[in-house]
């Protein structure tokens, strides 16, 4: 691909951009299930204190890298690493990146389809009345459904990739203008409602007091993989963004300014869903059903409970619809890179991601003893461990190779705030981000 001469239309297109690829069914649905299964509290900290010390860093390093490239990631890298004097190898961290989302869209299509189906059942209003026994053995009976499943994955997948197909600057940029000043503001009503329920000092508590004895190295491991995985860094996916970035946009505020917008979302959804799990006395460690399950029967219970559920699922959706769309671009980029046109290079990653999706989708049913590594089927595997050991370990790359491969002058100017904040930026990197991530990758893995 020659150089990109397409840009983002404004700044506040660039930030909404990037907060739309890192809210999505990250803060609403996994960061809840998540954090249920590791303790709470103890688990929000730690993570919150990966995003400042390592996912603010290594955002700035992926979209410098990108805004330096002016090109697909591969491409960008391979180009980069010989201005710099390196090896031209580092462009198979490119590809890397894309093998990486290319694993996470495959489930998170699943997913993005049980949304569709559960705001379509809500707005039908089939939960009106409903027991909890019946809703929790309709979900269950929903996920053996193969038909079901499958069909609400392509249908998600397609929605996704005619966006993709546009071209992503021009077909994002209209959309997150829309949805998300839409998406805090529906937040804001439901955390705002969940403060009227008798599970509201439960949750916050729950939530905000930790008990330190849960944490344990696979919770710190979780923490990090979740901290790159909300923020949609260490896969290529925001550096394929940075090449669209203007010229003239502070790279540290832009990243502040999605991180502070994505962990709001994320703490107002769980405000939300665990007032409603304590209001209703469920398990927070429910797993990856506990929004699908336990919302459903807290809002039937309540006065106008089908728009309650239903306006929660728009919003998911769309939300979901954003960080898909950034989750392809990648992929795309590099097929492009490759000489591909966009349109080709979009079927082609459409069917594939599709065909691997199907394993998850038929993980709950048809092929649900097939367990090819440590005992998981394909929708625990792929859910698991592209975004706890592929994205920090992309990240930790990223981080190498903006921080000690990339010429000072490069770097700095592609971060865009001088020379001191840049040797600031890079002290940070080198010495606590890059070691932290290593330290944490190994005694998980060990
Ligand atoms: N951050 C998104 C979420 O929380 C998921 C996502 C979008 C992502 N783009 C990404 C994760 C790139 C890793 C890499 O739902």
């Not at 671009?329 to 492009?336: G, K």
């Not at 595997?381 to 930790?396: A, E, K, Q, R, T």
């Not at 903006?402 to 930026?425: D, H, I, Q």
């Amino acid at each position: 691909m020659s150089k990109t001469l397409e840009r983002w239309g404004s700044k506040r297109a660039f930030i909404l951009a990037v907060t739309g690829a890192a809210v999505g069914l990250g803060n609403i649905w996994r960061f809840p299930y998540v954090a249920g299964e590791n303790g709470g509290a103890a688990f929000l900290l730690i993570y919150v204190a990966f995003v400042i010390l390592l996912g603010i860093p290594v955002m700035m390093a992926e979209i410098l890298i990108g805004r330096a490239g002016r090109r697909g990631p591969m491409q960008a890298l391979g180009a980069l690493a010989v201005e710099a004097g390196a090896s031209r190898h580092w462009r198979w961290l490119g590809l890397f990146g894309a093998f990486t989302v290319f694993c996470i869209l495959s489930f998170y299509s699943v997913v993005s389809g049980w949304s569709i189906e559960f705001l379509v059942a809500s707005i039908n209003g089939n939960f009106r009345g409903a027991s909890a026994a019946d809703i929790g053995a309709g979900f269950d009976a929903f996920l053996a459904n193969p038909g079901l499943l499958v069909f609400n994955h392509t249908l998600f997948l397609l929605m996704t990739m005619v966006v993709v197909a546009a071209g992503v600057a021009k077909g994002l940029e209209r959309l997150n203008n829309l949805l998300m000043p839409l998406l805090y503001g529906l937040l804001l009503l439901l955390a705002a409602y969940a403060a009227t329920t008798s599970g509201f000092g439960t949750a916050l508590s729950w939530l905000f007091l930790p008990s330190w004895e849960a944490l344990t190295p696979s919770v710190v491991l979780h923490a990090m993989g979740h901290a790159f995985f909300t923020l949609a860094v260490g896969a290529c996916a925001l550096m394929a963004y940075g090449a669209y970035m203007p010229d003239e946009q502070s790279l540290p505020r832009a990243a502040m300014a999605v991180a502070v917008l994505d962990i709001s979302v994320a703490l107002l959804a769980g405000i939300a869903i665990f007032s409603v799990v304590f209001s209703q006395g469920m398990d927070p460690a429910d797993g990856p059903g506990l929004m699908f399950v336990t919302l459903p029967i807290a809002f039937s219970e309540l006065p106008w409970g089908s728009l309650w559920l239903s306006v929660f699922f728009l919003l998911l959706l769309l939300a979901t619809w954003t960080s898909a769309i950034n989750l392809a671009e990648p992929m795309v980029a590099t097929l492009q890179g490759f000489g591909w046109r966009r349109s080709v290079s979009t079927a082609i990653v459409t069917f594939s991601v599709w065909s691997i999706g199907l394993l998850s989708a038929l993980s709950f049913s048809t092929i649900v003893d097939f367990r090819p590594l440590l005992g998981r089927n394909v929708f625990e595997l792929v859910s698991s461990i592209p975004p706890d050991i592929f994205l920090p370990l992309g990240g930790l790359l990223i981080a190498i190779f903006a921080a000690w491969v990339l010429p000072r002058g490069t770097a700095a100017a592609a971060l865009g705030v001088g020379e001191r904040g840049y040797l600031c930026w890079r002290h940070v990197v080198r010495w606590v981000s890059i070691p932290l991530t290593l330290m944490v990758l190994l005694s998980g893995l060990l």
